[in-house]
């Protein structure tokens, strides 16, 4: 026995942990890989599930997809080492009641290797890992436009969830992106990334519509991005989302206004609390979160009863 | 070695189960080191190669590649885990912990030192016994499988704070360091140990001694962690059962220790006086208190006497085999009930009074403990490395059949 040598204090055992683990936060991505990895592929997937469980009972889906084309430079590196701490953020102050997170990543079907990584419903930090996975494609087709509509086809048909199942409460999606989906569904691109037959192309309003059904659904637009502050992009986007359109100037803070705007949404904040809540936390990203949620702000809380 | 073999100490720890462990490990071929009580207060000390290592939560097989198992009855400290990983190079590759095992806080570190401060009572100031008391009264004590789970583990962590009223840690801070120590620690399901015991030998490295054992040790004077082989009995159908001693007696920290005697020059390499459990004491071999603790344990099969080096050095050095204890002789310390704490206080009160009746200086130490306490010695160890040490062909000494402790046979 003895008196404890190896007594260390909480910020070095933490460096210690992570200089001994060592892996880049984009490992799979910058090992090379040049397709999805099987935990993240589409294709032929039954069902991405948000389940309720004894430990989760009551479980709040949210899901993130990010755009990871070329047009977005460095911002799918600023997200993937920003949304771990989604889950803390929803969870510290209770925005969300046993939030499940699953992010995902768009590329652009006409052109790219990897046009849809999805990963799975995860309550812990195995999301960390399905992040870590994600290809950063890089690519695009530089027409201005990237498979938002073949990811939403994906999770209007590919998702099932107890929130909706037991409780007619819709999930929360957000979609990360600069640029504008193509106009339609193509059977051809389904059959090929996730591989269901489809009869015929859908309308990318009717894909929008179906999905809302399913999800509140946002998009967020970075206007570091390549086409941040694109009016093209912006009111095409507000055409099929309305006021879920959000602007945001600071990539750090992204996870703050997913978070925040799920309390809305769950109305376990408003919007002057979650503010004064990131301000006492030490958030520097509250004047930014307040303009990307000021299209939110006047608007009645209950957005996600059916 | 085909059997597996739990390696425990006979005394008040410091005996030298690290380079027990650790000679076992470079005999034979073992499977894993499976470490069953207590928690980063050990400190096993191993001379490998010309490297020196305190092994506390790795096992002190480590240096020879042999892997380390955390089993459920572990207290898991990540923060020292953290730095004795980064001094023995990062093998994380060689570790796995029981998802059930206890986590130690800096609130429980911090409670504990407090406690220590205005009360003295010897502990290591780790917080161990703070986690321990803990988790007896909260069912959501943190545990290792918790660091899967941030939210959980926050509100875990959030409750220990809370209890403790401690501010200086943020919860933040403490579930980053933890979820980063569970990226680079592998966790597993209890069935873990099932497998590495089927897959080969396996040694059972236990922490602290049986005098200190929280139900059998001097209470309040004692360790809150099993140090007899109980545990290891939970987790194991069958095993060899080695008590570990030394020639000379040492007490790290407060408590009885009748034959302690300051004037014994045993120069220690690597115990020293203890931050927060106080000065390192040494004194004559305990026969009288060293049986106590064959018989608490319920036998050894097998015993290892390490130090055999010393008395050639120090020629004062003896063996007390009976106490004065107001005016009688006795050659026993006979064991109460199990788990009736106001005996154990009563006996510490009994040895406080208690003197070395007679103390004498055998010619062969090794036999001469091995018919002290009842079992052949099968290891001889003249330093701290694995080449100093001697295995002892079994049959060389009188064999010893396994003396169930008085109080079963009532």
Redesign the interface.
Known sequence: ??????????????E??????GRSAFAYSDGGARTAHPDLDPKGVFMRESRDSD?HPVSTPIVVMFDVTGSMGNVPRVLQTKLPQL??LL??KGYATD?QIMFGAIGDATCDRVPLQVGQFE????MDEHLSRIVLEGGGGGQKRESYELAMYFLARHVVADSLVQRQRKGYLFLIGDELPYRKVKPKEVKQVIGDDLAEAIPVESIVAELQRKFEVFFILPTAAGYGGDREVLDTWRGLLGQNVLELDDLDAVCETIALTVGLGEDNVDLDEGLDDLAAYGSAAAGSVAGALAPLADRSPQIRRL | MREHVAVVDLGY??AGKGTVVDALCGNQRVRAVLRFN?G????HNVVADGRHH?F??FGAGTLRGVPTHLTRFMVVD??????????LG?P?HLLTVDGDALLAT?WH?AANRRKERSNRHGS???GIGETMAYALTHADAPRVADV?????L?RRLERVQEAYGFTD?PV??????F??????VRIVHESHTMRLLAEGPCVFEG???VL?DEWRGWHPHT?WSTTTFDNVAELCPSFRRLGVVRTYTTR?GAGPFVTENPLLDLPETH?GH????GAFRTGHFDAVAHRYAVEVAGGVDELAVTHLDAPVRETGLKICTSYRVDGEIHDRIVPGPHRDLAHQERLTAWLDRARPAELHRPADWATEIGGLLGAPVTLESYGPRAIDKRFVPAGVHRPAGIRLPTYCLV
């Open positions: 026995m003895g008196s404890g040598r190896w007594s260390t204090d909480v910020y070095t055992a933490a210690n942990f992570r200089a001994a683990t430990e889950l803390g969870t510290r939030p309550s812990d930090n195995r | 720890g410091d207590g980063a207060q050990a400190a305190t506390s939560q990540p923060l020292a885990l953290s730095a004795e990983a980064a001094a990062n994380y800096p570190r290591c100031g780790m899967l789970s941030p939210a959980r926050r840690a933040d801070d403490v579930v980053e360091a979820v980063a120590f569970g990226r680079a922490a602290q001694g200190l360790t790290h115990n203890g931050e927060w459990q």
